[in-house]
């Protein structure tokens, strides 16, 4: 074999090492978005799903959305840990609408959601979602 074959063989042997290597290669992880949810129970005149609830762990925010015309509002729960404190925002801006919640999380919080609706001021506690447990990272 010639020199020049063997240069060209070579050089082509290089190329596709280094191809196979950046095949090989791993990219950054990236961590999906998951999305952690709750609906209202269905109460005498009150719809199920009148209201919601939504945590999204990519940006830590919730949205507390109201879904019926029903005439009340929707209050949105959250805490840190099981015994955590409260916290909560409402939504009385009618309906079709949500009202986002910006927070910021430890990537290993544990948090609980709940949703309630609230009629002329007061919480219709019949209403309300049972507490779910949603994981800041999206990782159970």
Same mark, same amino acid.
């Given at each position: 074999?010639?020199?020049?074959?063997?240069?060209?063989?070579?050089?082509?042997?290089?190329?596709?090492?280094?191809?196979? &290597?950046?095949?090989?290669?791993?990219? $950054?992880?990236?961590?999906? &978005?998951?999305? %952690?949810? =709750?609906? *209202?129970?269905?109460?005498? !005149?009150?719809?199920?799903?009148?209201?919601?609830?939504?945590?999204?762990? !990519? !940006?830590?925010?919730?949205?507390?959305?109201?879904?019926?015309?029903?005439?009340?509002?929707? =209050?949105?729960?959250?805490?840190?840990? #099981?015994?955590? &404190?409260?916290?909560?925002? %409402?939504?009385?801006?009618?309906?079709? &609408?949500?009202? $986002? #919640?910006?927070?910021?999380?430890?990537?290993?919080?544990?948090? %609980?959601?709940?949703?309630?609706?609230? !009629?002329?001021?007061?919480?219709? #506690?019949?209403?309300?979602?049972?507490?779910? *447990?949603?994981?800041?990272?999206? =990782?159970?």
């Amino acid at each position: 074999m010639n020199t020049l074959s063997r240069r060209l063989l070579s050089g082509a042997g290089a190329v596709g090492a280094a191809a196979a &290597t950046m095949l090989y290669v791993a990219a $950054p992880a990236s961590a999906a &978005t998951e999305i %952690y949810s =709750v609906s *209202t129970y269905r109460s005498g !005149d009150y719809a199920a799903s009148a209201g919601s609830e939504a945590f999204y762990t !990519d !940006d830590d925010s919730f949205h507390i959305c109201d879904n019926s015309t029903d005439g009340a509002g929707v =209050v949105g729960y959250w805490k840190v840990g #099981s015994s955590g &404190t409260v916290h909560s925002k %409402y939504n009385g801006n009618g309906f079709n &609408t949500c009202v $986002p #919640s910006d927070e910021d999380f430890a990537e290993s919080a544990t948090l %609980y959601i709940r949703v309630c609706l609230r !009629d002329d001021g007061t919480v219709v #506690s019949a209403t309300c979602s049972g507490w779910k *447990t949603a994981y800041a990272d999206g =990782v159970a």
